[in-house]
Every structure is written in C-alpha cells, then in structure tokens.
C-alpha cells in the first residue's frame, strides 16, 4: 500500500496524484530532539525506496530547517515524481539564540520567532521565502496553518484569524492557484470544525487534518466529511496514531493529543488493542490503514524520526486487514456505524 497512489483532480487539469503512505516533516526540523542532516537524509531515503512521494513541510518546523533539509533531498529529483505541501501563517523573523522561539520544542534549529500572519501581503511573503528554502518553483499544496482554538487558545481569537485569512490571505491563495504557483490550497489543522467553516465559505481543495479522523475519534463522519464527498475536496490525514497511543499501545507513559492518555483513552485502546490481537493484526497497521478507508482521504502523513519509525509506518501500509477486523470492531461499540471500512 506504500506505493499506492490516489489522484486528486477536482479542477479537471491532471490533478495530483498522492502516495498512501506520505511523510510529515516536523520530526526532521528537530522536533523535541536534534537529529544529524545524515540521520534526517536516511529516513528521507528510505521513504523514497519505499514508493513515498507525497512530504509535507511548513516554515514553523524547525524554524525553516525542515524546508532546508527537504531542499537538499529533493535536488536532482523530477519535480513531477512527487507532491509537496507546505504551509503559510506565520513569517519568520530573525531573533538571537536566546531569544528565539521553540526552546524545548525544537533543537539545534535556526534562531527565529514566528508571527503569525494569515494577511495578503503576508500569505504572498511566505510563499517567497518557503520557495527559496525549498530550492523550487512551485508548490503543490499550501495549507493555512493551525487555524484552531488547540493552537489560537479560544474561539475569539480564532474567529479572529479566521476572519483575517478569509479577508486576506484567501485571496493571495486563489491568486497563487490561478498563477500556477500552486495547484491547490486548504488549511492543516487539529479540528475539523475549522475546516467545515472554511469550507461553507470559500473554494478550498484539500485539508490536512491531524488527529480528528482515527480509529479512536470519527466525528468528521456527522458533517465535515460529508461535504468534502459533495464537494470534490480531499483530505490528507496526519497524526494517524493520535500523538502515538494507536502506535504504542495503551501502556505506561502512552501519550494522546500531546499529553499523557487520560484513562477513559487508554481503556478505549486496550479494547481496540485487543480486538487487533485476536485477528493477528498490529494495532498501529489498524489505525494506520482505518482512515484511508474513507474515499475523501488522499493520504495519510505519520511522521518518522528515526529509520525504525519509517520501516514500521512502511510496514504498516502495507499489512494485510482482514474485513472481520472491522466487523468486531463495529459489534464491540469501538467503531462508529457509518465508519466505512
């Protein structure tokens, strides 16, 4: 399943065609740990040996050392073999080592603070400078980036955000995709109900979101994905594992949207686990498959930091689920009804 490929074309022109198993970059900008450019070069190698060609990146991972590293790797490659994203939202300004942001976050990144800024004027410079850390000339996919109460704090100030993007920024994207500089443009996020909100305001294409649609959480089934069906849009799935309890299991330490798993999450996941079990399947092969059962899904971003995280996400596109798996699942209460598998 590694190699195999959906196509996205609601626009009629060719459209893009995704790899199931993509690659989300933040662990290569030195998320939570520092990683050498050889280290990050092997994993980039390995997801390409393995049929990926789908990566998303953004200015805020690494303070641009995602981009540069993707730069690097993607040198030389045929720039119609691959799909990238990235995203717009914050600009970067220089600061000093001290006082940079991500301190505990990001490691031996560049010394940077982020603003955010989903404005015009804003949303066109961000274009610039993630192409000239990309090294290319166009960009596939760009996502408005965190628009979410889990990233802005409340609904106000998201309403407010929201509002700046769909009066600014909305307008340079449409600009940049009737130019060509991009083929396609949506928001990567960590709750749907943004996305539906954009969704019954603009033209938007495709939405990257992290967490929401995953073996343990479905609700995008009640509205969101509905309206991608009727409306053409695709959806890129990212933290399929929901920050690495479908991955691990629901042992000691198991963490859930960023936090140790509370136990009602960690009880959840002992039955899923279970179910798994007695089918011989791997948990994490589950959870990673279960999303792309849905036909709005394109592809779905787990990151890899490390070549064992890569092998194991490769392997897990590629397991074999058996249909009974699915059925238990739903007999169990552990699946929503109207989950398609």
Not at 177 to 203: H, K, M, S, Y
Not at 328 to 335: F, K, N, P, T
Request: proline share 4%; hydrophobic share 40%.
């Amino acid at each position: 399943m590694a190699r195999q490929t959906r196509v996205w074309d609601r626009h009629g022109t060719g459209g893009l065609t995704f790899a199931e198993l993509g690659l989300g970059t933040a662990p290569l900008g030195n998320l939570y740990r520092a990683i050498s450019e050889e280290e990050a070069d092997a994993v980039f190698d390995a997801a390409w040996d393995a049929g990926v060609r789908y990566f998303d990146t953004a200015p805020l991972y690494g303070l641009g050392l995602a981009e540069t590293r993707l730069n690097r790797f993607l040198r030389g490659k045929p720039r119609d073999e691959y799909v990238l994203s990235t995203k717009i939202g914050r600009l970067l300004k220089a600061a000093t080592e001290e006082t940079r942001d991500g301190h505990g976050k990001w490691f031996d990144v560049p010394a940077r603070n982020e603003v955010y800024d989903y404005g015009y004027d804003a949303t066109l410079r961000s274009v610039e400078f993630s192409l000239e850390r990309l090294g290319i000339d166009r960009i596939d996919i760009l996502y408005a980036h965190d628009l979410d109460t889990f990233n802005h704090g409340s609904q106000a100030v998201l309403d407010t955000k929201l509002a700046e993007l769909m009066e600014g920024g909305y307008k340079a994207l449409l600009r940049l995709r009737e130019e060509g500089t991009i083929a396609a443009f949506g928001a990567g996020v960590n709750e749907w109900q943004p996305c539906q909100w954009l969704t019954e305001r603009g033209d938007f294409d495709i939405f990257l979101l992290a967490g929401r649609y995953t073996l343990l959480e479905q609700e995008p089934l009640e509205s969101f994905l509905p309206l991608c069906v009727k409306r053409g849009i695709g959806v890129v799935i990212g933290g399929p594992y929901n920050s690495g309890i479908l991955a691990t299991g629901a042992q000691e330490g198991a963490f859930y949207n960023y936090d140790p798993a509370p136990q009602s999450v960690m009880d959840r996941v002992a039955k899923i686990e279970s179910v798994c079990e007695r089918h011989g399947v791997r948990l994490v092969d589950a959870a990673f498959q279960f999303p792309l059962r849905h036909s709005a899904v394109l592809s779905v971003i787990p990151g890899g930091q490390g070549l064992s995280e890569m092998h194991s996400n490769v392997a897990a596109a590629d397991a074999h689920i058996p249909d009974a798996l699915w059925s238990d699942l739903r007999a169990e209460g552990l699946l929503r009804e109207d989950a398609p598998t």
